[in-house]
C-alpha cells in the first residue's frame, strides 16, 4: 500500500545468500555467538527431561527450530545493505495489535526483571512483524542494531525473555515505532477508492 502511494521508480533487485554476509560473524552478531555456546547447544539438544508434561510442553515450544535461525533475525541489519524510506523521526513504521490483551508487552517479557520493569511499560500495546515500514537513515543515526545488540548480550541466560525475534524487536524499537504511518497509508490509499 505505501508503495502505491509512493512509486519507488527505477529499481535494482539484487539477491543475495546469507553466506556472502561476511559482516554477519559471531563477533559482532550476539545472536549468532550464543547459538555456537555450549550453553545454548545444551538448552536445544540435550535439555533434561522435563519432571511434569506441562514443562515439557511449554518448554518445548522454545526449542521450536525456527528460533535457530539466523534468518528471524536478519531484519535487524536492514540498513547494512539497503536503501532509504523516510516518516517523521521514527525508524518503525507497524501496526498495533493492541485489540486483544495478550498484545501487551507483559505478554512477551519478563517484568520481574529489573532492567525491563524499570525500562518498559507492561502494559505497552505491541505490535506486528507482518507488516513494517523502516527508516534506514534514521535506524542508522539511531544505531538500532548496536540497541538490538545490547539487549542480545543483556539476554544471553534467557532471563529478560525467551527466545524469538518479537521480545527483542518490542525492546529495541520501543519509543522509535510509529502505528500512524501505517494507518495513515492506509487511509490514504482507501479515500483515493
Known sequence: MWFLLNPPGKATIHVENVDEFKWLNSSYCPVLRQLESAAMKEYYFKAAHPNTLSAGSSNLKYRNPKYLSMLNHLRFYLPQDCGRLTFCGKVNGAVETCGQSFHRFDKYLNFSNPHIARNFDPN???????????????????????????????NEDRVLWKLGTLPPGLITFHGLTSTRVVACARFRIQSKH
Not at 126 to 143: H, V
Request: net charge positive; glycine share 10%.
Open 124 to 154: 505497552a500495546c505491541g505490535w506486528a512483524y507482518g507488516m513494517n515500514m523502516f527508516d534506514l537513515k534514521e535506524w542508522k543515526k539511531k544505531d538500532i542494531t548496536g540497541i538490538y545488540h545490547k539487549w542480545q548480550n543483556m
